[in-house]
């Protein structure tokens, strides 16, 4: 079977959209909270917003190949000023502990540590905390908890 990491910028960003829309629906139904917000959440919104860091500083997609062409998972980083983010990663459910994750995760990490980066961060969605475990294998840590409102209904 072949294997292949690729690399590069915002240029990568439409490949990873059906992967990236799983991850967007795992989020709503593991959001008690803001499901609602995840289901509007589309891929353009998120694109925007990824076109807009990549061009006020750096950005970097990996994604994990087999097969040929079948995207099996990707690592999205960015990089504004000296803070680096892991912006998004997500991996096939069937290849999630096969040690694809991790490639995805070390290859944006030393991206962002030859880009200067002094700290980095990720967020992870409430509902989703079985993600500190993986995190944390890369010296990442819950450090606070944000809390919100719904969105207000005003009529």
Not at 46 to 74: F, H, N, P, Q, W
Not at 86 to 110: A, F, N, P, Q, T
Request: glycine letters at 8%; hydrophobic letters at 35%.
């Amino acid at each position: 079977m072949t294997r292949e990491l690729r690399r590069g910028g915002i240029e990568l960003l439409e490949s990873i959209r059906p992967l990236w829309e799983e991850l967007n629906d795992l989020h709503a139904q593991k959001s008690p909270f803001f499901s609602d917000d995840y289901r509007a959440f589309t891929f353009e919104l998120r694109k925007k917003t990824l076109e807009e860091k990549a061009t006020k500083g750096k950005l970097r997609i990996s994604i994990y190949v087999e097969r040929g062409d079948e995207i099996v998972g990707y690592c999205i980083a960015s990089i504004d000023g000296a803070e680096g983010e892991i912006d998004s990663v997500y991996v096939k459910k069937e290849k999630r502990h096969s040690g694809v994750g991790k490639i995805l995760m070390e290859d944006c990490l030393e991206w962002l540590k030859e880009n200067a980066s002094e700290r980095i961060k990720v967020v992870v969605v409430y509902g989703n905390e079985e993600a500190f475990a993986f995190y944390k294998k890369f010296g990442l840590f819950p450090r606070a908890t944000t809390l919100t409102t719904l969105k207000w209904h005003t009529g």
